[in-house]
């Protein structure tokens, strides 16, 4: 099945700066979706993706479908974004969402 | 706009036992879908629910089982409960099946077995 690789696996910033996740995926897929997960455990729906760059506020999102990887930038870095961030992919003829194992990112004051 | 929520929050039980946990779609919404999130690892498909059947299902075993109810919400139902079953199950809701939709999660239920 498809594989979902992402990086780095943990990561500490500073408030304030900028960071960049990376999705890699192993196939062609219809669909890739970013999510934040709050300690609390809530998955949001960050971007809905599946080609090109979308843009929400300090974050911001671009999939290069052909290439087969997908960057989230954070810029500005607030404690409030702490938490884990999921990329999923949807293969074709499939409804099964493939998560990565995440990213966890800790902002220090 | 109400969003997608389930029950209950948290749940204990003992190896063997049968467990239903509750979901209910965000309003217009009539897929759903069922993940487990072991510790420390990525949401896994366990299946999903379309017009009241089974529209995919992930490599979990048969004493996985769901519902889709007219009103599209769902449950899951889990027997002979193994220790390996403790995980949190997120449900999820979108407009559409495939990959054509967001996906928006609950705040999901922590099962643990003991």
């Known amino acids: 099945g498809i594989q979902v690789e992402q990086s780095p696996p943990d990561l500490i910033l500073q408030e304030g700066a900028n960071s960049t996740l990376r999705c890699n995926f192993s196939?062609?897929?219809?669909?890739l979706q970013w999510f934040h997960q709050n300690p609390w455990g809530q998955l949001i729906n960050l971007f809905y993706?599946?080609?090109g760059t979308k843009q929400n506020g300090r974050l911001s999102a671009t999939t290069v479908a052909t290439e087969r990887y997908s960057l989230l930038y954070i810029s500005s870095s607030q404690t409030t974004d702490s938490g884990v961030y999921f990329c999923?992919?949807?293969?074709?003829?499939?409804?099964?969402?493939?998560f990565g194992a995440g990213t966890r990112l800790t902002v220090k004051p | 706009e109400t969003g997608v929520t389930q029950s209950p929050t948290h749940l204990i039980k003992t190896r063997g036992q049968q467990v239903t946990l509750r979901c209910s779609s965000q309003s217009g919404h009539n897929t759903v879908s069922w993940y487990q999130q072991a510790l420390g690892q990525g949401p896994q498909f366990i299946f999903q629910y379309y017009r009241e059947e089974e529209n995919g299902r992930g490599n979990f075993p048969p004493r996985f089982s769901g519902l889709q109810f007219p009103n599209y919400s769902s449950e899951l139902n889990v027997n002979a409960l193994e220790l390996d079953d403790s995980a949190l199950y997120l449900c999820?809701?979108?407009?559409?099946?495939?990959?054509?939709?967001?996906?928006?999660f609950g705040n999901g239920t922590r099962l643990t077995v003991t």
């Open positions: 999820a809701s979108s407009t559409r099946t495939g990959a054509n939709s967001p996906l928006h």
């Open positions: 196939d062609s897929v219809n669909n």
């Open positions: 993706i599946p080609s």
């Open positions: 999923a992919v949807h293969p074709y003829n499939n409804n099964d969402m493939r």
